[in-house]
């Protein structure tokens, strides 16, 4: 019998022991949690709460009031935007752009959790990469990060009925130029063939490095038809019904399928022209497309012979027949909206622009940025009274992370407290809202 509540003792005291060690466990993770977790707690559990009570949705289709974007007269009756953004197309400025616009109306964008919330990955969407869901009561607005053209998913997050949907397209050429440069693979084949060699050597042993296209085989990739790649091209190309089929046809097919989604292309050639359409086709006000020149390659220009051009044509096949359908089509626009109006409103735009600029920046000093880029010094001007040359200059990769905190909260506010870069964007938000309820925004 005694020994008997001695093993019993030994039990409970074991048990009791392990029992410590668990707490003691779960103590610590609750402590690295709380230090390392960027957002509050109180943050997660109103967020849980807000699920658990139907105020957030998933079911991203049903109609609900839109937020309107714009007061200005409009020639379309789409009032939300898909654009699909594609690489070394000027993307960078134009992002900023529509954040920004997004900002001062408290506009829902689609965005995916994830430390890679500026790449969009709609097939995802219902597994690792939720959505944030807009506002309770709200639709999506405005989608513009990084990711293929997914337009089956793309239908039933933005609706084409209520949604226009736009891309940009640049010279193959200067694109490709562009795109050889940023993504590494200039610096690689310098490295291989040596300091000395020319632009036209070092183009040429790249493409070389490739196979050339055909009805077999055709190179999409970061710097090979990149617009391709970014449009959808690999997915829709291996569709049963083009099996068999040459190149050209499936380019043809491909060409016609990019025609019937897309409202508007944007040519990254003819900037100001573009948002001036895009613009008109929104409904926006002139002061709604202002942009600055975010990254500006700080290399010098190098000029390319004919010779190379044409070899990067040739591997750009499917690129240069995008560029070529859509820059004719782009002329259609124009006639669309008018040829006098579109060139008084290019003009006025320029204007505004530059002066603009003048204020935004102190053009007699340039400072270093990210990816080899030169921008020049902002003033105290754009620093205190107009924020929005600060912001516009802010890396989109940042403001796609304050983006992301304003739709997280509940009244679409501004970023939580921190100490990294984008929560030190808190005042500026502050201020851009403030000055646009108020009517009292600068240009």
Not at 228 to 257: C, M, V, Y
């Amino acid at each position: 019998m005694v020994a008997k509540e001695q093993s019993t003792w030994r039990y409970f005291t074991v048990s009791s022991r392990f029992r410590k060690v668990l707490l003691l466990l779960f103590m610590v993770t609750l402590l690295v949690a709380f230090l390392y977790v960027p957002r509050p707690v109180q943050y997660h559990i109103n967020y849980i709460r807000r699920i658990v009570h139907g105020e957030i949705r998933t079911d991203y289709t049903q109609p609900h009031i839109e937020i309107q974007s714009h007061d200005a007269e409009t020639t379309t009756t789409k009032k939300n935007f898909m654009f699909i953004k594609t690489h070394k197309c000027g993307t960078s400025s134009l992002v900023n752009v529509f954040y920004l616009l997004g900002v001062r109306r408290k506009l829902n964008f689609v965005i995916q959790r994830g430390d890679r919330s500026h790449n969009i990955q709609l097939e995802m969407a219902n597994g690792s990469r939720p959505l944030l869901a807009p506002r309770p009561g709200t639709v999506y607005n405005m989608q513009c990060q990084h990711g293929t053209f997914r337009p089956n998913i793309e239908h039933t997050i933005m609706p084409k009925e209520t949604s226009l949907y736009s891309t940009i397209v640049r010279s193959p050429v200067s694109q490709f130029k562009s795109a050889f440069s940023f993504f590494g693979a200039e610096g690689k084949v310098k490295k291989k063939l040596g300091s000395q060699a020319t632009i036209d050597e070092l183009i040429a042993n790249y493409l070389n490095s490739h196979p050339p296209p055909d009805d077999n085989h055709v190179t999409t990739s970061l710097i090979i038809n990149s617009i391709a790649n970014d449009l959808g091209w690999t997915s829709f190309s291996n569709r049963p019904e083009l099996e068999g089929s040459t190149l050209q046809e499936k380019i043809d097919a491909f060409i016609q399928h990019l025609d019937s989604e897309m409202d508007f292309v944007m040519i990254t050639d003819r900037m100001d022209e573009s948002l001036v359409l895009l613009k008109e086709y929104l409904g926006w006000n002139i002061t709604d497309i202002m942009y600055l020149n975010r990254m500006v390659s700080s290399k010098p220009k190098v000029s390319m012979s004919d010779e190379t051009k044409a070899k990067i044509l040739q591997y750009q096949v499917i690129d240069r027949q995008i560029f070529d359908h859509f820059n004719a089509s782009f002329e259609r626009h124009i006639d669309k909206i008018g040829r006098e109006k579109v060139s008084s409103l290019v003009k006025q735009f320029r204007e505004m622009r530059e002066a603009f600029e003048n204020k935004c920046f102190n053009k007699n000093k340039t400072v270093k940025g990210p990816y080899n880029s030169i921008s020049w010094e902002i003033t105290d001007y754009g620093k205190n009274v107009n924020v929005a040359c600060t912001f516009l200059q802010t890396r989109d990769v940042i403001l796609t992370k304050v983006i992301t905190q304003l739709q997280l909260s509940q009244d679409y506010t501004v970023p939580i407290n921190g100490s990294s870069k984008p929560y030190l964007l808190k005042p500026i938000v502050m201020k851009l809202q403030r000055d646009f309820a108020n009517n009292a925004d600068p240009v």
